[in-house]
């Protein structure tokens, strides 16, 4: 029997589900594994403590896979690409020494995700989670993308982001006598007790988790909290204006106030929008005001599905 595995390697957590022809057999879930901002190191645990699970859930050796793919942040540059093949090659070689993988597909965590939104139609993802990208395809094969060059200087919407601005958010609160739900509830989730110790954290180097501050600004927008309520219209906002421009890219020649919803859909995935309906709401509402009748799907995306279609494809 053949086997395949799919990979979904992302800043916070590391998914693998195995399969065979037509059904899934075993899942699996480890911490991140993005080289670029974890390390090889933590890259490589993460990966091997994976995809050994999921063969242990499913009773099977590495071994015995025969396609692999893996869809990763930062993967579409060569050098990343080739150190995430390597990682796995590894873990193959250790169970199996004289066996040799030569079907494993790297690719960068956009393209699984568009498989699994159209599979090789046309369309535009949009994917928030710890960090985020908009990347799409026409019916010509053409591609586009916008934003996603890194959580320093880009991604927009992400978790990193939400989770960077919502310090300055609060900073600037406090500078204008402004109270917000924020301060008291960061300072606790990174167990400090003044102001000062939060800037110092927030300013070191490497600099702090960030994104684990999202599900904090999520919770106090739910109490009602203007500042986190805007952090989260903001980034909704960022996300529909990336995926309205890769959209135009795309279909140029469509009037910007008139674009047919069936000429190129939009589809979601990521953490961000799973986990807030605000953000979804607000991305939605910019994309139709961009872009009137703009087929935007409102079921989430799991792109491991595309990463074990691709998998199977490679037989």
């Given at each position: 029997?053949?086997?395949?595995?799919?990979?979904?390697?992302?800043?916070?957590?590391?998914?693998?589900?195995?399969?065979?022809?037509?059904?899934?057999?075993?899942?699996?879930?480890?911490?991140?594994?993005?080289?670029?901002?974890?390390?090889?190191?933590?890259?490589?645990?993460?990966?091997?403590?994976?995809?050994?699970?999921?063969?242990?859930?499913?009773?099977?050796?590495?071994?015995?896979?025969?396609?692999?793919?893996?869809?990763?942040?930062?993967?579409?540059?060569?050098?990343?690409?080739?150190?995430?093949?390597?990682?796995?090659?590894?873990?193959?070689?250790?169970?199996?020494?004289?066996?040799?993988?030569?079907?494993?597909?790297?690719?960068?965590?956009?393209?699984?995700?568009?498989?699994?939104?159209?599979?090789?139609?046309?369309?535009?993802?949009?994917?928030?989670?710890?960090g985020s990208i908009v990347y799409g395809r026409d019916a010509a094969g053409r591609i586009a993308r916008a934003g996603g060059w890194?959580?320093?200087?880009?991604?927009?919407?992400?978790?990193?982001?939400?989770?960077?601005?919502?310090?300055?958010?609060?900073?600037?609160?406090?500078?204008?006598?402004?109270?917000?739900?924020?301060?008291?509830?960061?300072?606790?989730?990174?167990?400090?007790?003044?102001?000062?110790?939060?800037?110092?954290?927030?300013?070191?180097?490497?600099?702090?988790?960030?994104?684990?501050?999202?599900?904090?600004?999520?919770?106090?927008?739910?109490?009602?909290?203007?500042?986190?309520?805007?952090?989260?219209?903001?980034?909704?906002?960022?996300?529909?204006?990336?995926?309205?421009?890769?959209?135009?890219?795309?279909?140029?020649?469509?009037?910007?106030?008139?674009?047919?919803?069936?000429?190129?859909?939009?589809?979601?995935?990521?953490?961000?929008?799973?986990?807030?309906?605000?953000?979804?709401?607000?991305?939605?509402?910019?994309?139709?005001?961009?872009?009137?009748?703009?087929?935007?799907?409102?079921?989430?995306?799991?792109?491991?599905?595309?990463?074990?279609?691709?998998?199977?494809?490679?037989?």
């Open positions: 029997m053949a086997y395949y595995l799919g990979i979904d390697g992302g800043g916070t957590k590391t998914r693998c589900v195995l399969g065979d022809e037509t059904m899934v057999l075993a899942t699996a879930m480890s911490g991140g594994s993005n080289i670029v901002r974890l390390g090889e190191t933590q890259a490589k645990e993460a990966l091997h403590a994976a995809v050994r699970q999921v063969c242990v859930t499913a009773n099977i050796s590495p071994a015995q896979i025969s396609a692999i793919c893996i869809g990763a942040a930062g993967a579409a540059r060569p050098e990343i690409a080739a150190k995430t093949r390597t990682i796995l090659v590894e873990l193959i070689s250790e169970i199996a020494p004289e066996i040799t993988l030569t079907r494993i597909e790297v690719v960068g965590d956009m393209t699984i995700a568009l498989e699994a939104a159209f599979g090789a139609g046309p369309g535009v993802i949009a994917i928030a989670g710890t890194g959580f320093a200087i880009s991604d927009e919407g992400s978790g990193h982001w939400i989770g960077r601005r919502a310090i300055s958010a609060l900073l600037g609160a406090h500078d204008q006598g402004l109270e917000t739900a924020l301060t008291a509830m960061i300072l606790q989730a990174w167990k400090l007790t003044t102001l000062g110790e939060l800037v110092q954290q927030a300013n070191s180097t490497p600099p702090p988790d960030f994104p684990r501050l999202f599900p904090i600004v999520l919770r106090a927008a739910d109490e009602g909290d203007p500042i986190a309520g805007d952090l989260l219209t903001d980034a909704g906002a960022k996300l529909g204006s990336l995926a309205a421009t890769v959209v135009r890219r795309l279909a140029p020649h469509a009037p910007s106030a008139a674009l047919p919803g069936s000429t190129l859909p939009v589809a979601m995935t990521g953490s961000v929008f799973r986990q807030s309906p605000h953000v979804r709401q607000v991305f939605y509402n910019t994309l139709q005001t961009a872009l009137p009748g703009l087929d935007v799907r409102q079921e989430i995306v799991d792109p491991i599905e595309g990463a074990l279609a691709r998998a199977r494809a490679a037989q």
